[in-house]
Nanobody, 115 residues
Framework: QVHLVESGGGLVQPGGSLRLSCAVS????????GGWYRQAPGKQRELVAS???????NYADNGQGRFTISRDKARRFMYLQMNSLKEEDTAVYYC?????????WGQGTQVTVSS
């Protein structure tokens, strides 16, 4: 069973930065694509960024140019560096990885951007 745990969320002022981390444990198989998603109150969960097994990254418009996704070579840690945060970035952020047995999700970490 795969277990994902996010950390690094919190309260930050507009223009500030946060770095989210996702620790992955358990059997993950090979060639995993990983991603960060977020869900704001009353809205659907949306993709923020993804990274494939070769390290190729993809960003949604919501974080393009401000967010950077990365992971370690062992695919046991995934990160989301968020800069120039805006109030509209306030949401619960989830990490996810694709395994041969389906997608696995973390429990989420709250990010609040407010002055």
């Amino acid at each position: 069973q795969v277990h994902l745990v996010e950390s690094g969320g919190g309260l930050v002022q507009p223009g500030g930065s946060l770095r989210l981390s996702c620790a992955v444990s358990g059997r993950i198989g090979g060639a995993n694509t990983g991603g960060w998603y977020r869900q704001a109150p009353g809205k659907q969960r949306e993709l923020v960024a993804s990274i494939d097994a070769n390290g190729a990254t993809n960003y949604a418009d919501n974080g393009q140019g401000r967010f950077t996704i990365s992971r370690d070579k062992a695919r046991r840690f995934m990160y989301l560096q968020m800069n120039s945060l805006k109030e509209e970035d306030t949401a619960v952020y989830y990490c996810q990885i694709q395994t041969p047995w389906g997608a696995a999700w973390g429990q989420g970490t709250q990010v609040t951007v407010s002055s």
